[in-house]
Every structure is written in structure tokens, then in C-alpha cells.
């Protein structure tokens, strides 16, 4: 049966991490995989998490399965959290997923048995993941421009350019903020753009919303995810709770669905929780029931998001000891863009070559195209990859 199999090709984001586990050298840096660590270079469980997980311990009275949809409960505190007051949440709904990855594959998967031939356009470059999860789903993937890789920030005129030629066959693929792995956020004006052309066009929004309140902040970074979302007939939305609330091993996410009517919305759910019914069946309950009981609770709440402002404030600051590190490296300004980016990452323009003499020289380990995980470095580290990046990539 199997052994005409050959083994499956390195992941090239864990396979880094390893490489940077086995390294001997003590002075190393691992920028590449993508997860928040705090000063101490520790991913930390929230205090609020463990706080909700108190609780859980003291009240849960089942572990009886909950339902194909997840947790109703999850589901609509969620909605919430992305839409705010607007008004497109009467005819939206949600199906809890196996993170957002879950819910970026069971979305594709609809898209599929709704429209064999519909082609989803991202971004270049986009998240190492989407393509395969949408290609394993069947569905056709192009890519709009994106990055200016001048710049370093996002060519808005271009990526116009191309979404002005698409149509009712077509799936656009946003990040909702804290783009991955650029750092390059599209502006306020752009989304305008996009959802002035769905309108016009046909074409329908998925927005995958990884970082919620990693960029500027939680209400700041569904600003344009929730213009779009008033003005456009349809969108589908993936969701994560893996960044802004730690709980990245408990598969915690979101697939939203949002079309003319509720009945529609509704309707295109059940065949998502059929997908689901034939694949794992129904999502893993804890990380949801922990993010329920935070955001059910007001206090709990407050007390999370002020976490969630710790973790961005500290990324924000890594950010700017860089740039300055840079400036005084290099003396020159070619790194400032590190600070106008959001999130985790960046994508930093270092080559092939250049990745290769940061790992085999310096021992910091990012990305194959550059990208640097932000999140993962501790200001007491800024100064030695200073030394190493102006020392491999100053001209
Ligand atoms: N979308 C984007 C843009 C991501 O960066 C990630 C994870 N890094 C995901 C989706 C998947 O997240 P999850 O852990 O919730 O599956």
C-alpha cells in the first residue's frame, strides 16, 4: 500500500526552529517560528487563561460532546469580538474550528461545492500556509501584487490594479491586519478601495484575521475588516484565538460566514458542518470554553485585553530598539520600516544567501524570504542581531 510513498517535504518554518534547537552556539536567535515570547523568551499561558481555566476546573460538569458547530456560546462571543455593533452581525454566523487553519480549510471547502471553478486570489507573498490549505481544498490559487519589496510596505496602486479585473468567480484573500509575513498592513483608503470593487465587481472577501489586536490595537484592527463588512452583500471571515489569547496547542477558531440573508448564511453553515461532520467531526472544546468564559465576563475581559496590550506594546517596542539599533549601526535610515510594519513579523529583504550567512555566521535563524518574527525577540538580544544584520545586509 504504501511503499511507493516518499517522505513528505520539510516544513521550511518548523524545520528552521529544529535546525535553531540543535545549534550548540548559545548566542543564537530563532525569528522563525511564529509564536509571541515574552522577556524571559517564555510563551507564556495569559493569566487570564489560567484564570478562566480555574473556573472551568471548578464548574464543568460534562466533557459530553458539544455539537458540530462548536460552542454556540464561543461562536457568538467571537462574532462580537471581530464586528463590533455592525451591522452586517444580523446576517452573520459562525462555526468553532481546529484554529483558524481548520477554518481556513473548511471555507475553502465550501467554496468548492458551491463553485467548482472559483479561483482565490492572494496576496504576494501570503501566509506559508494558505496556498497548500487551498489547493488540498481543490480550489485554484493566483496571487494579486502585494509587498514592495523597495518599500518594504504594501504597493496598494498595483494590488488595485488587479482586484479591478476580477469578478463573481473570484475569491480575494485578505489579512485582516498584522499581515503575515510582511509586517505591511493594508491602509483605511485601501480597504475602501476593495470594498467599493466587491461591490461592483462580484467578487467575494475572505478575510483571515490571524492577529486580532496585535497591530494597534483590538477594535483599531477590525477597522477595515468591518467597513468592508457593512457595505459588501458577502464575506467569509477565519478567525484565531492561537496570538492574542496563547492558546495556539488548543486549536481555537473561527469560521465566519456572512451572506445576503441570514437564511442563506445559515444555510451555507450546515454544509460547512457537514464538511466537518466527515472529516474530524466536531472541534476541541477547551481552548473555545476558555475564550468563552474571558470574553462572557466583563472584568475577565478587561483583564485579558490589558494582556493583549502587554504583548503588542512589548513587540511595538522590539520594533523601535531595532530601528534605532539599525540607525546607529548603519547609520543610514534602510531600516525604519521595521517600525511602521505590524505584528509579529517582517519581511526584512535579506536574500537567500544573506539567510544562509545569518544562520551559518550569527546563528539567527529566520525565515527562507526574510521574514523575522518580531514577537520572539527579547530587547536584551536587539544589539547582537543589530551587529548581525548590519553586518550582513548594510551595503
Ligand atoms: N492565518 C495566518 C495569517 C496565520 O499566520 C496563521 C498561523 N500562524 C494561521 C492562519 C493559522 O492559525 P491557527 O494556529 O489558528 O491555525
Redesign the pocket.
Same mark, same amino acid.
Request: no cysteine; aromatic share 14%; proline share 0%.
Given at each position: 500500500m504504501f511503499s511507493h510513498l516518499i517522505p513528505a517535504a520539510k516544513d521550511p518554518i518548523l524545520s528552521q526552529s529544529l535546525a535553531c534547537l540543535q545549534d550548540a552556539r548559545t548566542n543564537k536567535l530563532d525569528l522563525g517560528v511564529?509564536v509571541y515570547r515574552n522577556e524571559q523568551g517564555v510563551t507564556p499561558v495569559l493569566q487570564s487563561v489560567k484564570r478562566a481555566e480555574e473556573r472551568l476546573l471548578n464548574t464543568q460538569e460534562s466533557k459530553g460532546y458539544v455539537g458540530l458547530a462548536g460552542c454556540e456560546r464561543f461562536n457568538n462571543a467571537m462574532i462580537e469580538l471581530l464586528l463590533g455593533e455592525n451591522s452586517s452581525r444580523s446576517r452573520a454566523v459562525a462555526v468553532q474550528t481546529p484554529?483558524? !487553519?481548520g477554518a481556513?480549510r473548511l471555507l475553502a471547502d465550501v467554496i468548492v461545492m458551491a463553485n467548482p471553478s472559483a479561483k482565490i486570489w492572494m496576496s504576494d507573498l501570503s501566509?506559508a500556509n494558505h496556498a497548500p490549505i487551498m489547493k488540498t481544498a481543490g480550489v485554484e490559487v493566483a496571487y494579486y501584487p502585494y509587498f514592495d519589496p523597495q518599500t518594504k510596505m504594501v504597493n496598494e496602486t498595483a494590488m488595485l490594479a488587479t482586484l479591478s479585473t476580477l469578478g463573481k468567480n473570484d475569491v480575494v484573500l485578505l489579512?485582516g491586519c498584522c499581515h503575515?509575513p510582511t509586517g505591511a498592513d493594508l491602509s483605511y483608503r485601501a480597504w475602501q478601495s476593495i470594498t467599493e470593487m466587491a461591490n461592483a465587481q462580484g467578487f467575494l472577501p475572505f478575510i483571515?484575521m490571524?492577529y486580532q489586536g496585535f497591530g494597534d490595537g483590538m477594535e483599531e484592527d477590525a477597522a477595515g475588516f468591518r467597513y468592508l463588512a457593512e457595505r459588501v452583500p458577502a464575506y467569509l471571515v477565519?478567525s !484565531?484565538c492561537?496570538k492574542n489569547f496563547g492558546l495556539?496547542r488548543e486549536r481555537t477558531?473561527l469560521a465566519v460566514i456572512a451572506s445576503d440573508t441570514l437564511q442563506q448564511s445559515e444555510c451555507i453553515k450546515s454544509r460547512i458542518m457537514e464538511c466537518a461532520r466527515s472529516s474530524y467531526t466536531m472541534p476541541p472544546d477547551h481552548g473555545a470554553a476558555i475564550v468563552r468564559t474571558i470574553l462572557e465576563d466583563q472584568a475577565l475581559k478587561e483583564f485579558w485585553l490589558t494582556e493583549v496590550t502587554q504583548m503588542r506594546q512589548r513587540i511595538q517596542g522590539v520594533r523601535s530598539s531595532l530601528v534605532d539599533a539599525m540607525k546607529i549601526q548603519t547609520g543610514t535610515h534602510q531600516f525604519d520600516f521595521i517600525a511602521q510594519h505590524k505584528g509579529m513579523f517582517s519581511v526584512i529583504g535579506a536574500s537567500a544567501d544573506q539567510v544562509t550567512r545569518l544562520r551559518e555566521q550569527f546563528g539567527v535563524y529566520l525565515v527562507d524570504g526574510g521574514r523575522i518574527n518580531l514577537a520572539g525577540l527579547k530587547e536584551s538580544d536587539v544589539p547582537f542581531l543589530a551587529g548581525a544584520l548590519s553586518e550582513v545586509m548594510a551595503p
Open positions: 511564529g484554529g483558524a !487553519s481556513l501566509y489579512h503575515n483571515d490571524a477565519a !484565531s492561537s495556539y477558531g
